[in-house]
């Protein structure tokens, strides 16, 4: 079973930026993918980015060119640098590990983006 434990949320002006880490423990073996997702209130859980063990990316539409997702693969960490955040980014944030064994999610980091 992995283990994830996630930090980094936090409030932010408009135009500001963060960066949200997510460590994973564990057994953890193979391929596999880490990404981010996030709840605002009211609103369904979505996809905001992903990451392959391999290097490939995915992003939603809303935060391509604003946010960037990398990893250590040998921290088994992945980060979300988050920049030109905007009130709609505000949402509790999701870190998931899938494999082919595997779907763990963290607890959720809360970001807000107010002036």
């Known amino acids: 079973q992995v283990q994830l434990v996630e930090s980094g949320g936090g409030l932010v002006q408009p135009g500001g930026s963060l960066r949200l880490s997510c460590a994973a423990s564990?057994?953890?073996?193979?391929?596999?993918?880490m990404g981010w997702y996030r709840r605002a209130p009211g609103k369904q859980r979505e996809l905001v980015a992903t990451i392959h063990s391999l290097g490939v990316t995915n992003y939603a539409d809303s935060v391509k060119g604003r946010f960037t997702i990398s990893r250590d693969g040998a921290k088994n960490t992945v980060y979300l640098q988050m920049d030109s955040l905007e009130p709609e980014d505000t949402a509790v944030y999701y870190c998931?590990?899938?494999?082919?064994?595997?779907?763990?999610w963290g607890q959720g980091t809360q970001v807000t983006v107010s002036s």
């Open positions: 998931n590990f899938r494999d082919i064994s595997d779907n763990a």
């Open positions: 564990g057994s953890i073996n193979g391929l596999n993918v």
